[in-house]
């Protein structure tokens, strides 16, 4: 149906950045958001971001403010999630999220793991 396809992850230092890109193929009919979440071991799945196709709004969690930015190619179907001082409390697999207009069910790309350590 649809397919989300995550890259961007791996080890980075305390204060570094990654950039993380999230391409959406298949059946899609039309996207009503994208956005970033992350799971840590033994933890819950977190809310980071979202941002809207119609209008580019954006919505973040309070722990990435100021630190993250997401950010839409539309033509491309593709999100990115622009990681800076990172710190190593954002270790985790980070998920990329689709959900589209008229569709209760969302979609979940594979994970990819951001580690951030000295």
Do not use: H
Request: proline content about 3%; some cysteine.
């Amino acid at each position: 149906q649809v397919q989300l396809v995550e890259s961007g992850g791996g080890l980075v230092q305390p204060g570094g950045s990654l950039r993380l890109s999230c391409a959406a193929s298949g059946s899609i009919v039309s996207i009503y958001a994208m956005g970033w979440y992350r799971q840590a071991p033994g933890k819950r799945r977190d809310f980071l971001a979202t941002i809207l196709t119609s209008d580019g709004s954006t919505n973040y969690a309070d722990s990435v403010k100021g630190r993250f930015t997401i950010s839409r190619d539309n033509a491309k179907n593709t999100v990115y999630l622009q990681m800076n001082s990172l710190k190593p409390e954002d270790t985790a697999v980070y998920y990329c999220n689709l959900q589209q207009r008229y569709r209760a069910n969302g979609y979940w790309g594979q994970g990819t793991q951001v580690t951030v350590s000295s």
